[in-house]
């Protein structure tokens, strides 16, 4: 079984400051993905980033950024330039690469960002 | 751009009763999951739908919850018998193939009184 540790439950920052969510995880597997889901006070589970455990290279969208550190079963958040708008849960999840199989998501707990004006 | 719809947005129920929850997934997409998070807390995974069948199911998933594609495009999840602990908000999500991501419905606030 996979567990997801996220060991910030919040933080808060300025507006326009760069923040890390931090998010450890426990796993046998060799293949597998991780993502980062922001949740807003609508409570809709929203994509930010996505990482394939293969790709050496760190994921980009934009202001997110991950540091992905495999052999630490490491998974951080980069937010650069942080926007008001980022305030949210914050959730780091694991998917298993069963070769095509159906699996689901393994949630950590959350962190609850703020982003002060 | 195609999103994943549940419905209704809020369910109150009295305990005992039974609850049908509704999803219509992304139609090209092939898998299709439902997700619980009880309020405060993490997300956690209830079940998995491929091939008109459950390809996986968490322990929370017992006897008292089940899943159906009844016509081709909606996905529901049925809880018999609720419980004041089955109060949560319950997400579906579907994916197009095994390697894309999950997106995820608004969920649905279900009550149980």
């Known amino acids: 079984a996979q567990t997801v540790t996220q060991s910030q439950p919040e933080m808060s920052v300025q507006e326009a400051e760069t923040v890390t969510l931090s998010c450890t995880y426990d796993?046998?597997?060799?293949?597998?993905?991780l993502f980062w889901y922001k949740q807003p006070p609508s409570r809709q589970m929203i994509l930010v980033i996505r990482q394939e455990a293969y790709k050496q290279q760190n994921a980009t969208e934009n202001r997110f950024s991950v540091n992905f550190q495999k052999a630490a079963k490491s998974f951080s958040l980069k937010i650069s330039d942080s926007q008001l708008g980022d305030t949210a849960m914050y959730f780091c999840a694991f998917a298993k690469d069963s070769g095509g199989g159906a699996d689901g998501l393994t949630f950590g707990k959350g962190t609850h960002l703020i982003i002060q004006p | 751009e195609p999103e994943v719809t549940q419905t209704p947005s809020h369910q109150v129920t009295q305990m005992g009763q039974e609850v049908i929850l509704r999803c219509v997934p992304i139609s090209n997409h092939l898998y299709f999951y439902w997700y619980r998070q009880i309020l405060g807390q993490k997300v956690e995974f209830l079940v998995s739908?491929?091939?008109?069948?459950?390809?996986?199911k968490s322990e929370i998933f017992d006897d008292q919850f089940s899943v159906e594609r009844p016509d081709g495009s909606n996905f529901t999840l049925k809880i018999r018998s609720t419980k004041l602990e089955d109060s949560a908000m319950y997400f579906c999500?579907?994916?197009?193939?095994?390697?894309?991501?999950?997106?995820f419905g608004q969920g649905t606030r279900l009550t149980v009184v």
């Open positions: 999500a579907s994916r197009e193939g095994s390697y894309t991501e999950a997106f």
């Open positions: 739908f491929y091939n008109n069948e459950i390809s996986e």
């Open positions: 796993t046998s597997e060799n293949n597998y993905y």
